[in-house]
């Protein structure tokens, strides 16, 4: 099974998102709400209880972050919500499990996948001046499986 770590919005916060979004074209493959997260790291097809176990080390004691949903843009083939957190680099190194990749970490929501050659700058000029409240991430979840994704374990997260 593909395992990542992950963020989850807040129901109100996703109910913003939603609402932002208003009607949604065809031309774009919209994620499911459910499994809306902000990846930390991407483990790829691993054991569920090995990345468990260096979890359950990585998270230990580690503080809670404070983090907003702001401004919009594409990677390609994808459409996505930035997400802005002081402490979020920190708390994404921690969970990552060896080198880590190759590229900077860049927190994101991903809202729908669509066309690698041809991107959605109606979303993204629609939805750049978006902010959603800010919350506090107290939680971090192992998720796996298809769309939506599943939660299989999660780490509390203690209050800074």
């Known amino acids: 099974m593909r395992l990542f ?16 979004l208003g009607g949604r074209d065809r031309l774009l ?8 997260h902000i990846t930390l790291a ?13 979890l359950d080390r990585a998270l230990d004691g580690r503080k809670s972050v404070d983090v907003r949903l702001s401004g919009s843009g594409t990677f390609p083939g994808v459409l996505w919500l930035g997400v802005a957190g002081e402490d979020l ?5 921690a969970a990552t499990l060896g080198s880590g990749e190759d590229r ?3 927190p994101h929501l ?6 690698r050659t041809q991107p ?10 978006f902010r959603s409240r800010v919350w506090t991430a107290d ?14 374990r999660s780490w509390p997260l203690r209050r800074g």
């Open 89 to 93: 680099a920190d708390l994404a190194a």
């Open 5 to 20: 770590s992950a963020l989850r919005p807040p129901a109100d916060v996703a109910a913003e998102v939603a609402g932002a």
């Open 120 to 129: 959605p700058t109606e979303w993204t000029e629609q939805l750049a001046g």
């Open 139 to 152: 939680r971090v979840e192992l998720m796996g499986g298809g769309a939506p994704y599943r939660t299989l």
């Open 29 to 36: 493959r919209w994620s499911d709400p459910a499994g809306w």
């Open 42 to 54: 991407f483990y790829g097809e691993v054991d569920p209880a090995e990345y468990g176990a260096f």
């Open 104 to 106: 900077p970490y860049r």
């Open 110 to 115: 991903t809202l729908a996948r669509c066309s």
